[in-house]
């Protein structure tokens, strides 16, 4: 029996057999002889074209069957195969040959002009991937429901495509606020990161408690039986909050708290009655703009939104404006290669050098405020003017729209607190409401990258955090501005009573919190 | 009896030589014995208009005028074929 503890990074508790994912830990290959590197080569090449060949076929989407096209017939190509043969022959494993061919090709593509052909270097990257995971006979294995997955770090396209009923997730890297987290969070499956490197056996047997950030490999008796006396304790406490969901939020001396929820993609929404939450406090806009070929056009924004707003009948729906860049890179958007991401380009500050692109996106909200209660939301603002600029486009876009004939709203235009500067003198900004980024203003407070594990200890709300919490409650409450919480911090039960004696009334949280967030208040 | 053949188009698909339309030439190119290339100026260069990596990797925009010569037994079909296919579109819908 094997212990491994972890940070846990979303709640929940999974028994099943160990899968291993991902190219993680692959082993170089050995070189033998020219003669079997290539047979090794050839056989990698053919199955990638396969599951190419394959995934075409399901794929309805033109542009995306292009792609792999692209992918498949570079396969075929003497400009690669050629190249590859003549280093396999001078005396270089396969997989080493195949990755020097595919990383000087993504180089020439990451440094193109044309936005288009920059996106095309993901795709290589991909296929360089895919090749290698057949080369080292990982193919991309369909997760079985009830299995715990183990892997180095896992891509949130990944993750979103993986049906994981019953089943958990590990991964030895990563903190408990990166993004695939955030989406582990949302979907209710269980997460533990940060256990570092893990030698378990392919299938064997683990029970994964991620409330107690605790991995057990092979279990003795007694440590199943603990398990499942712990796991049916967790779901009658789940049933009963469960019970107490469609009801509003009160704290025991009777003071009413609004539990909102956030909200990373339109298909999130029906798995969730609108009764149950008192409105949407934030939508992630940027489901819209990934894994596509070009940014998304204002009707398909408008269509987007307006049914957000709609599903929320009447109710208030915070959408926030594209937040690129930092963890959410897109590609053909996002700048590459920048040193330190999290400082540099991102946010309001991106959307801000490409005006024509938030300018598209303002006109799309504001149409979609005739649907529903929508309110705009501007994501990493540092200093006032930042605001101010985005308030004169959002004025241009109702007008414009206005002269065109085309309903619009003009809708309340707030901000994201995350940038300490702007936390710290939150009352020189032109802000109709305020909404706490708990997981970038803590770690821009602590200078703790949130994704590094062993920073995992500073990247949690200390004095300055409940300091800088309190007066942004004090000063929403004088100048009668909301001031709600949308970061993970509000889905984390434990941290509920904090946050209202801080002053805190407002808490947008991941859909799978809601219940136990709700209970959290009450008890408070 | 071996051919040379030449002739230009100009890409009017409105995003230039992007995937699906390189994907397109390519295939269309390897159905021919000839040697045919590209280029999107007489003076070159001139790339094997056979290869996805060199055809994809010129990066060409919509609006360039595209050079395609041949050589070999059906360089003139093979030219012929080729321009046709640029002045479908590429034969996309989009």
Known sequence: ?524 | MSQNAQSTVVIEHEVGLHARPSVKLTQLAKRFAAKIEIATSPEGPWIDAKSIVKVMGSKTPRGALLHVRAEGDDAESAVESIVALVRRDFELAT
């Open chain 1, 1 to 524: 029996m094997l212990r491994i503890v972890g940070i846990p990074a979303a709640p929940g508790m999974a028994a099943g057999p160990i899968v291993r994912v991902g190219g993680a830990h692959r082993k170089a290959r050995e070189y033998r002889s020219a003669a079997e590197e290539q047979a090794g080569m050839d056989v990698g090449l053919r199955a990638a074209q396969e599951a190419l060949a394959l995934l075409m076929e399901s794929m309805s989407d033109a542009e995306a069957a292009g792609i792999l096209a692209f992918q498949l017939a570079l396969l075929e190509d003497d400009e690669i195969t050629r190249p590859l043969a003549a280093s396999i022959a001078d005396g270089t494993a396969a997989d080493t040959a195949w990755s020097a061919v595919m990383d000087r090709l993504i180089a020439d593509y990451e440094t193109a002009e044309d936005a288009y052909f920059r996106a095309r270097a993901a795709d290589l990257a991909d296929l360089r991937e895919r090749v290698l995971d057949a080369l080292h006979g990982d193919s991309a294995v369909a997760i079985a429901p009830g299995s715990i997955v183990v892997a180095e770090d896992f891509p949130p396209s990944r993750f979103l495509a993986t049906d994981w009923r019953d089943s958990g997730l590990v991964l030895e890297r990563g903190g408990a606020t990166s993004h695939v987290a955030i989406l582990a969070r949302s979907r209710g499956v269980p997460l533990l990161v940060g256990v570092g490197r893990i030698e378990a056996t392919e299938a064997a047997d683990a029970l994964l408690d991620s409330h107690d950030g605790l991995l057990v490999i092979q279990p003795d008796h007694a440590a199943r039986e603990a398990f499942e006396l712990r796991r049916s304790r967790h779901a009658d406490e789940a049933r009963a909050d469960h019970g107490q969901l469609g009801a509003a939020a009160r704290m025991a001396s009777g003071e009413r708290v609004a539990v909102m929820i956030n909200v990373a993609r339109p298909e999130d929404l029906e798995r969730i009655d609108p009764d149950h939450v008192d409105g949407i406090g934030l939508v992630r806009s940027e489901f819209l703009f990934h894994d596509r070929r070009e940014l998304p056009g204002e009707e398909e924004q408008y269509r987007a939104y307006s049914r957000i707003a709609k599903w929320a009948r009447g109710r208030p729906v915070t959408i926030r404006t594209l937040d690129a860049g930092g963890d959410k890179p897109i590609p053909g958007f996002t700048r590459a290669g920048e040193t330190n991401p999290f400082l540099g380009v991102r946010g309001v500050r991106l959307s801000l050098e490409r005006p024509d692109v938030l300018k598209l996106q303002l006109r799309a909200l504001v149409r979609a405020g005739v649907d529903g209660n929508v309110k705009v939301m501007v994501p990493m603002v540092a200093v006032p003017g930042e605001l101010a600029r985005v308030r004169v486009l959002l004025d241009e876009a109702v007008r414009e729209l206005k002269a065109e004939r085309i309903a619009a709203v003009s809708p309340p235009l707030g901000m994201m607190v995350e940038v300490p500067a702007a936390a710290l003198a939150v009352e020189t900004f032109d802000a109709d409401f305020y909404s706490i980024g708990s997981n970038d203003l803590l770690q821009y407070l602590m200078a703790a990258s949130r994704d590094e594990p062993a920073l995992a200890a500073l990247a949690r709300p200390g004095p300055a955090f409940w300091r800088v919490l309190r007066e942004l409650c004090a000063h929403g409450h004088e100048s009668r501005r909301e001031v709600s919480l949308c970061g993970d911090l509000a889905s984390d039960a434990n941290a509920i009573p904090d946050l209202l004696r801080s002053g805190l009334r407002t808490l947008s949280v991941a859909q799978a919190s809601l219940a136990s967030v709700k209970a959290a208040i009450r008890r408070a």
